[in-house]
């Protein structure tokens, strides 16, 4: 189980940050975010490996970093100079494998989703 927490509303420029803590050990999973505006698919944000290796789409490359806490079973996403693109429901995902793979922005390798959190960026 995934539980997101931290998303709001926010002006262009401003910053957030979201949290998902999992009920279980992600420390050797690959983990991510996720996002979907409305009327639009769901699409990759970013990804870190059980190395902390990170992959970021394009769009938010310098803008948003995410990170883990292994002991915490916590993982992270600090976004900032957030742009009204950004607005969306963001999930968190896990899958349990060491490595994210060349196909990490596709949402069907990830088996366990958390509930979503809204930012809206205005």
């Known amino acids: 189980q995934l539980v997101e927490s931290g998303g709001g509303s926010v002006e262009a420029g401003g910053s957030l940050t979201l949290t998902c803590v999992a009920h279980g050990n992600i420390r050797h999973s690959c983990a991510g975010w996720f996002r979907q505006a409305p009327g639009k698919e769901r699409e990759g944000v970013a990804v870190i490996d059980s190395f902390d290796q990170k992959t970021y789409t394009e769009s938010v490359k310098g803008r948003f970093t995410i990170s883990r806490d292994g002991a915490k079973n916590t993982l992270y996403q600090q976004m900032s100079s957030l742009i009204p693109e950004d607005t969306s429901v963001y999930y968190c995902?896990?899958?349990?494998?060491?490595?994210?793979?060349?196909?990490?922005?596709?949402?069907?390798?990830?088996?366990?989703w958390g509930q979503g959190t809204q930012v809206t960026v205005s």
């Open positions: 995902a896990t899958r349990p494998v060491p490595f994210c793979g060349n196909y990490w922005y596709s949402d069907a390798q990830f088996n366990t």
